[in-house]
């Protein structure tokens, strides 16, 4: 799950250095939308799949209700980080997509929003704990 994170920072990342560069197309930008989209939803697949292991998993071991309800609180926050990252990186990228003059603001919205959903996933990690 560490590996997903770290390559989900990589590619936001590659984005936002990419972005700097002025001379981007609109058409261009278009699909670095949709592959980001793309990208995004690759991940929370990849994260739900994770999660799912995980619980089967601990299920398995026979492990106390505690221990199940402790890797569903996990999934559900790693989902929703891994979500968080996703729709930041798609955000991210259709601000690339206005005009400079309106760049910043609208990655300021997208980094707000970003901060916002990484605080209720920390939240309810922590509601959901047993």
Same mark, same amino acid.
């Given at each position: 799950m560490e590996f997903q994170k770290i390559?989900? *920072?990589?590619v936001a990342a590659l984005?936002?250095?990419?972005g700097c560069h002025s001379g981007k197309t609109? +058409? !261009?930008t278009a699909q670095d939308v949709e592959a980001a989209q =793309? &990208? *995004? =939803? !690759? &991940?929370v697949e990849r994260a739900r799949a994770e999660a799912s292991k995980d619980l089967k998993s601990a299920a398995k071991?026979?492990?106390s209700p505690r221990g199940v309800a402790q890797a569903k609180a996990e999934g559900a926050? @790693?989902?929703?980080?891994?979500?968080? @990252?996703g729709e930041h990186n798609v955000a991210t990228e259709k601000c690339l997509t206005l005009q400079a003059p309106l760049q910043q603001a609208c990655k300021d919205g997208? @980094?707000?929003e970003y901060e916002t959903a990484k605080a209720a996933a920390k939240a309810t !990690?922590?509601? !959901? +704990?047993p």
């Open positions: 390559a989900l *920072a990589g984005a936002l250095i990419a609109p +058409q !261009r =793309q &990208e *995004a =939803q !690759r &991940e071991v026979g492990s926050y @790693d989902i929703a980080m891994v979500k968080a @990252d997208a @980094d707000a !990690r922590v509601a !959901r +704990q």
